[in-house]
Structures are given as C-alpha cells and as structure tokens.
C-alpha cells in the first residue's frame, strides 16, 4: 500500500487560483469516487474540505473545488486567502485496504 | 455535534504497550459508520491505521497490521488502540476519527506519544 502523491509545495497570490494534484493508482484513486481532501493548520486536526471527489460539506466555502481524471485527482482552491495557508492531505478508499494518503502539499499564499 | 477525545498516556517506554482510548459524544457508534485511528509522525503526513465497526469487524493498513489491535465497547460509546513492542518510530500524533469509505468527518483532537527511555 503505496502513499498517494502530491507536490511537496504549492503557491500562490492572494486572489489567485491554485491547483494540488494527488495521484494514486488504478486500484485507489482510479477504482473509486472516494477522493477526499484535508486542510490542516499547524498544531490542529485535519478538517474534511472536499469528498466523493467534488463534494463538499456544508460551511467549507466554494472557493474549494475538486475533481478527478483517471488516476489523478485535483484540488482547486480558488480566490486564495490568507488563511488557505495550511498543509493539505488527499486521500482514496481503496477497497479492502481502505483508506490511503498523500504525502501532503504545504500551500503557501505569498 | 459529533465529537471524539483521545486519551491515554503522553509517553512509553520502548518494548512497551500503547494503549488509547477514544470517547465519542453526539453520536452513538452502534448507529454505524466506522471508527478509526489515524497518526501523524511529527512533521510528517497522515497514515492510517485500522478501523473498526461497532459489530468488531475491523479494515486495518497491511503495512501495520501484525502489531495494533482495536477493540470496541458500544456501551461506553468507545473504541480502542494497543499497538504492541512500541519503538521511537511509534512516536505521533495519534488521532481518532469517524469515516466512511475513507471520508474522515470528524476528528479528535489528536494526541501526542512519545516512545522514549
């Protein structure tokens, strides 16, 4: 059971739009519409931003945004804001095997 | 509101048990879902454990399978960790968390081991 990959590092200007990708394989990412994505700030829990791929629950803002091609899924946080700056993690079901994560991205909003 | 608390001991010796227990509030765990363990080494990503459901079937991470047990107890609405033989990469975060084909909703606070002499 491999971790999912993401980029160590993402940036980007405050109102500008940003792209984290996650890529897994044909048994996890590719097999599943169980992509969920995290937002953790230092020293806090994970907090659930996006799942099933593009869903979000409720009180995440719109600015979050995800979606899924092949083995690869995106998060999309657009309109960045200061308080995006935090680590984020995706992760996929992967049958009986469960649930894997990515290494985690740390988003910088310069 | 769902909510989960760790608790268990901030530090254990190597060869040690670990032993943690997680008390879920607003949600009783025989209504389902699964319930699971989640750490963090410090300054490093998450990694899943094991889940578990309230009947004790449990889905647990093939890397790390031969060492954690989890155990449940509906009646006290909790559930449970040991991990075995414990080593200075046991040292993280350990968090509990409710999910559901991998979507993890709600977490605990997270709780900080530290395997040391």
């Known amino acids: 059971q491999s971790a999912l990959t993401q980029p160590p590092s993402a940036s980007g200007s405050p109102g500008q739009s940003v792209t984290i990708s996650c890529t897994g394989t044909?048994?996890?990412?590719?097999?599943?519409?169980?992509v969920s994505w995290y937002q953790q700030h230092t020293g806090k829990a994970p907090k659930l931003m996006i799942y099933e791929v593009s869903q979000r629950p409720s009180g995440v803002p719109d600015r979050f945004s995800g979606s899924k091609s092949g083995n690869t899924a995106s998060l999309t946080v657009s309109g960045l804001q200061a308080e995006d700056e935090a680590d984020y993690y995706c992760?996929?079901?992967?049958?009986?095997?469960?649930?894997?994560f990515g290494g985690g991205t740390k988003l910088t909003v310069l | 509101q769902v909510q989960l608390q760790e608790s268990g001991p901030g530090l254990v010796k190597p060869s040690e048990t670990l032993s943690l227990t997680c008390t879920v509030s607003g949600f009783p765990i025989s209504n389902g879902y699964w319930w699971a363990w989640i750490r963090q080494p410090p300054g490093k990503g998450l990694e899943w454990i094991r889940s578990i459901y309230h009947s004790g079937s449990t889905y647990y991470n093939p890397s790390l399978k031969s060492r954690f047990t989890m155990s449940v107890d509906t009646s006290m609405n909790q559930f449970s960790l040991k991990l075995s033989s414990v080593t200075a990469a046991d040292t993280a975060v350990y968090y509990c968390?409710?999910?559901?084909?991998?979507?993890?909703?709600?977490w605990g606070q997270g709780i900080l081991v530290t395997v040391s002499s």
């Open positions: 992760s996929s079901y992967a049958g009986t095997n469960n649930l894997i």
């Open positions: 968390a409710r999910e559901t084909y991998g979507k993890v909703d709600y």
């Open positions: 044909s048994s996890d990412v590719g097999a599943y519409n169980y």
